[in-house]
């Protein structure tokens, strides 16, 4: 007697396929961190993602959620909408504004050290993948992090 295949089996079953697949998860390196724009309140700050995909086919980016440490403390956190599709066996880049409210008594001046850490969720090819990816079973991510020195001088 035969019994009916549990949809659980078949959804691991479908991840398998998908997971087996022969596409590389692309690569993230913080390539910049600098001062983009300063006023009395606030401090904007653009951080530089060098993307690189090695695959054959092009890679949909979906969201990057990001947080932003300065001299130990977080600044920001945020998600921001990918709106790129990674070139196939290409590189490019992607900026991430970094807004960092000012208190009054504490001017940011001078050099602090600074730590980013993310990840970027992307879409693998195939209608298998993407179906997967829309019923929330399957989200591929690469994260990234990055430590240095940024200068808030004026």
Same mark, same amino acid.
């Given at each position: 007697m035969r019994r009916p295949m549990h949809t659980g089996l078949l959804l691991t /079953?479908?991840? %398998?396929?998908?997971?087996?697949?022969?596409?590389?998860?692309?690569?993230? %390196?913080v390539s910049s961190v600098v001062l983009a724009d300063r006023s009395d309140e606030a401090v904007v700050l653009d951080?530089?993602?060098?993307?690189?995909?090695?695959?054959?086919?092009?890679?949909?980016?979906?969201?990057?959620?990001? $947080?932003?440490f300065v001299n130990g403390g977080v600044?920001?956190?945020?998600?921001?909408?990918?709106?790129?599709?990674?070139?196939?066996?290409?590189? @490019? @880049?992607?900026?991430?504004?970094?807004?960092?409210?000012? /208190?009054?008594d504490v001017p940011l001046d =001078?050099?602090?050290?600074?730590?980013?850490? =993310?990840?970027? $969720?992307y879409v693998t090819p195939g209608e298998i993948a993407q179906l997967l990816f829309d019923a929330g079973v399957r989200r591929p991510t690469v994260s990234f992090s990055q430590r240095g020195e940024v200068d808030f001088g004026e």
């Open positions: /079953a479908a991840c %398998t396929m998908v997971g087996g697949s022969s596409f590389d998860a692309p690569t993230l %390196t951080v530089t993602l060098d993307a690189v995909n090695t695959n054959a086919v092009e890679l949909p980016l979906e969201t990057i959620e990001y $947080t932003v600044v920001f956190e945020g998600t921001r909408s990918a709106e790129a599709t990674l070139r196939r066996e290409g590189t @490019q @880049q992607i900026v991430l504004p970094v807004a960092i409210r000012l /208190a009054p =001078g050099v602090y050290p600074y730590r980013i850490r =993310g990840e970027m $969720t």
